[in-house]
């Protein structure tokens, strides 16, 4: 039979099916069936499956020809579970198993005309069955796949090694390996699926595609979002007359930035240093001892403020002496807008903190879950430890933040560099916040260097520099920018490579020794 297809003149159209394609729809699936036998959908079946279910039933023109269909229904997939036949899911051919309050969109047909397979068509019906699924909100695809040249090994493997062979590529099926590439995966072998199918020796394989922007139990209120909107604060290092003055210069940023609908607001390492003018006439060790007096003082209004201005609240870093080692830490708490508390404990100590203030490190690492999605918080050095990062992504990290402070450029580079590595590493946003500025009358705070920003992976999704907004270097300022979490599921899944998918992990690990 001739094609109808030209290279110099094709339009194609993916479009929704309609009952007058009717015709063009049985010739090709006719034609696509020709060898296993069978016989198209009646006229009677496809009308009634366009009433059940329209926007479920794609096909694909050819300068106006149908050439390519797929059909589908949605099914409570917990009525039928992993083993079922054909027949169960489609009712028999009446489809009166379709249920619009199903979760799963179960594809019960997909078939090219024979003489249009060189155009690829079937991948332009997939990506259409994805787009039903996500707009409907539904969990997964699900379908029964024909391994139509399971036939011509059979006597030398069973299905399950067949299936093996075929995932490894060391043998090819037209069907199976199609689906592989198109992100499906193979939950089981089912047996006696299709009885008319000869080739696949009646074997299907339950293949399965998982809608990642799914959303159960949706509600009226307190949904989680997938747009962010971040609030960083570049803290300008300035002496104050009192405690009360420096926290009304902290609430200034926060009802500021809160005011922008931001969710969350990340104020820089140490930025509370100043407190320590009246004590440096003591040793450096002794004066940072005082300031850590403030620390409980300074958490407890911010979580206040956390509350009253209805925004997350990263605090920055503050010297925190604990009453049962005797150890002084660097300290950053997580101030939840629903009141609660969290804190994290620098690991990483810097060789000047150790030096000058005998401070030491923390060992708890972990993600703190948020109403914004789970989030991670290192403080300055610890993002130049790749470990650390690649521990808390492993745990559902999101959105990493790193309030830092910095003397010199290089100082700032190396965190800058190194917080936008852990973004590409691990597939995360990375928010980094800065003191500026200079400081007298407080010794080892002399000067500061500071270009806050917010950092994402780097591929199409995202900004060509990685960089998704950054302040003006060394100038005291807000910086406000949205991040979307729906992109970074989109490039766990999808991207151009996938850093967290394609570890070696049977050639390395990374663990956690301490939990």
Known sequence: MASEFSSTETIIDVRTLKI???TDFAEAMSLAYEKIGGHPWTYDQIELLLKRFPEGQVCVTVNGKLVASALALVIDYEKFGD????????GNGSFNTHDDEGDVLYGIDIFVHPDYRNLRLARRLYDARKEVCETLNLRAIVAGGRIPYYGKVADKYTPKEYINLVQSKDLYDPILTFQLSNGFHVKKVLRNYLTIDTQSRQYATLIEWNNIYYEDNEKL????????????????MRLYDSFNDLMNQAE?????VSGYKADFVLFPEFFATPLMAEYNHMPEEVAIRHLAQFTPQIRDKFAELA??????????SLPFRDDEDEHLYNISYLCRRDGSTDSYRKIHITPSESLSWGMVGGDDLRVYDTDCG?????????????ELTRIQAEQGLSILFVPFLTDTQNGYNRVRRCAQARAVENEIYVAIAGCVGNLPKVNNMDIQYAQSAVFSPSDFQFPTTAVIAEATPNTEMTLICDVDLDLLKELHHKGSVRNLKDRRKDLYELKLKKT
């Open 20 to 22: 007058e394609d009717y």
């Open 83 to 90: 083993n079922h036949t054909y027949k169960q899911i489609t």
């Open 221 to 236: 209120f307190n949904q989680r979002k997938s747009v962010i909107r971040l609030g960083l604060v570049q803290w300008q």
């Open 252 to 256: 200034f940023f926060v009802d500021a």
């Open 307 to 316: 509350v009253s201005y209805n925004i997350n609240i990263i605090t920055g």
């Open 374 to 386: 789970k989030i991670g918080i290192q403080i300055c050095y610890d993002v130049e430890f790749p």
